[in-house]
């Protein structure tokens, strides 16, 4: 069983995506510090360690979290073969859904590279 999570955790590292999200409008993600992140979180930097190592750590686990949830959802064969496209794609836009303003602003921000070579490692 999953370990359950405090609602002050989630609500923490939403605060952290949506602050990095925001500041990768403004600079590059190398010029991003913790501070600018917890300072736009209105959060305190022990709880941005509580959750994260450092700033790539932040983008790292949020998108590898939706890329496994897209492995899960390419492992699943309990599609018929002729709807499978179809499913797949509704299935994938679903994940990305949730995260929508921040998979936006990363894709016009400096990460975007970041983010493509990873997608590239789990479509191929």
Known sequence: MAK???RSAVRSR??????????LQE???DKITVTDVVNRAEINRGTFYAH??????VIHQMVEEAFCRIRDVLDDQTCAIE???GVLVERIQSI?????????KILASHAAKQLSDQLCDVVV
């Open 83 to 85: 709807a499978l496209p």
């Open 14 to 23: 939403k605060l952290i995506k949506a602050a990095l999200a925001d500041l």
């Open 4 to 6: 359950a999570e405090y």
């Open 27 to 29: 600079k590059p993600l």
């Open 52 to 57: 994260y190592s450092d700033i790539p750590d």
């Open 96 to 104: 990305l859904d949730e995260d929508q303003a921040f998979y936006r």
